[in-house]
């Protein structure tokens, strides 16, 4: 079954430390997608990209890297963790010729 | 200012009863509507979608949902809910200029009472 996953599932890190979060998927979608997702905020769409060399930056990039090394992987680097950058983070993949996007089950980071 | 606005944060009901969650946007053009599920500590869930046709959209787990091009609403329905429909539900739009992209609501947090 295609499927999305991420690792790790609960982060806690330290101001101005460095956190990497890593998304897998076996869908074989071009696109993947990092979101974070806050009370009343809904999600929020970091970086996304369309295949493997490829980010794109979202409405809230600032803090945030991504690097897409292979078609089934995708990361989201904090460079410098600050305790704002608490949050859900979601990671998606989805086909361009389609619509639905598929969700991985969370990375829950908390920066202290 | 494009927007996709979920103007109830909680609706709760009984087991049984309909309920209508409210999804209104604000995108001109052509457009792809949506909407998804997200049960407690779980990554979000397709539900179904609207480009064309039929403004009335089955989803899963008998949900359906209505387009109004005159009111630019696109509401989620069910028609007698079950506790396990207790969730938090998330209206989606793509629009140009990038298909690509997904802009949520801040979504509806359905409980279902026994």
Known sequence: EAAVTQSPRNKVAVTGGKVTLSCNQTNNHNNMYWYRQDTGHGLRLIH???????????????????????????????????????????CASGDSRAYEQYFGPGTRLTVL | TQTVSQSDA???????????????????GSIYLSWYIQHHGRGLQFLLKYYSGNPV???????????????????????????????????????????????????TKLTVEP
Request: with cysteine; net charge negative.
């Open chain 1, 48 to 90: 996304y990209s369309y295949g493997a060399g490829s980010t794109e930056k979202g409405d809230i990039p600032d803090g945030y890297k991504a690097s897409r090394p292979s078609q089934e992987n995708f990361s989201l680097i904090l460079e410098l963790a600050t305790p704002s950058q608490t949050s859900v983070y979601f």
């Open chain 2, 10 to 28: 909680h609706v709760t009901v009984f087991e049984g009863d309909s309920v209508e969650l409210r999804c209104n946007y604000s995108y001109g």
């Open chain 2, 57 to 107: 959209v089955q989803g899963v787990n008998g949900f359906e949902a209505e387009f109004s091009k005159s009111d630019s609403s696109f509401h989620l329905r069910k028609a007698s809910v079950h506790w396990s429909d207790s969730a938090v539900y998330f209206c989606a739009v793509k629009a140009m200029p990038n298909y690509n992209v997904l802009y949520f609501g801040s979504g």
